[in-house]
T-cell receptor, first 115, second 118 residues
């Protein structure tokens, strides 16, 4: 089984709809991240969480919200989707202080199309 | 603020040829440096990473990268490319720990698409 899973893998939605992307991990990591990937722009950080009670904005958090339901689960929500949120979304995890020195491990991605 | 530049958007090489993908970073201290690969329709896979020590780092799939502080570069190399290496490659920089705290955030370059001709 994959260490970092994302659901759904693909999603088509309409402008104005609320949508949630989910991420689960079995790596036991405390830190989790949400990125979006756009062609020619690489990956940009949306939100990150260092533990269940910690949520931080990344560089492009407007229009998004997150929930850290448990150590293993980190969800990304688009409250009212708009077409320029069409992108590939990645969840990642990392650990701190175990000698792995902040290496991030990525899920397979969720491809979102907002019509 | 830290930044990463991958000057080449698209590179085409013949199978068996050598490869070098460029990465330049801007950061005020010694950073963590990473190379990830994204095959078509797939997530990101870690190729290699540099934290400290030997500036020549070996990774998976026969890749290596060299950290050059004087040039603020972390170029990825492979002596002989295989058709299966066709993918998009991302360089990323992360912050060094300071005072026992690390922010853990990665900053990615724009990516380089590698095409391999038979």
């Amino acid at each position: 089984d994959a260490d970092v899973t994302q659901t759904p893998r693909n999603r088509i939605t309409k402008t104005g709809k609320r949508i949630m992307l989910e991420c689960s991990q079995t790596k036991g990591h405390d830190r989790m991240y949400w990125y979006r990937q756009d062609p020619g722009l690489g990956l940009r950080l949306i939100y990150y969480s260092f533990d269940v009670k910690d949520i931080n904005k990344g560089e492009i958090s407007d229009g998004y919200s997150v929930s850290r339901q448990a150590q293993a689960k980190f969800s990304l929500s688009l409250e009212s989707a708009i077409p320029n949120q069409t992108a590939l979304y990645f969840c990642a995890t990392s650990d701190f202080g175990t000698g792995d020195q902040e290496t991030q491990y990525f899920g397979p991605g969720t491809r979102l199309l907002v019509l | 603020a830290q930044s990463v530049t991958q000057p080449d958007i698209h590179i085409t090489v013949s199978e068996g040829a050598s490869l070098e993908l460029r990465c330049n970073y801007s950061y005020g201290a010694t950073p963590y440096l990473f190379w990830y690969v994204q095959s078509p329709g797939q997530g990101l896979q870690l190729l290699l990473k540099y934290f400290s020590g030997d500036t020549l780092v070996q990774g998976i799939k026969g890749f290596e990268a060299e950290f050059k502080r004087s040039q603020s570069s972390f170029n990825l190399r492979k002596p002989s490319v295989h058709w299966s290496d066709a993918a998009e490659y991302f360089c990323a920089v992360g912050p060094l720990r300071a005072g026992g705290t690390s922010y853990g955030k990665l900053t990615f370059g724009q990516g380089t698409i590698l095409t391999v001709h038979p």
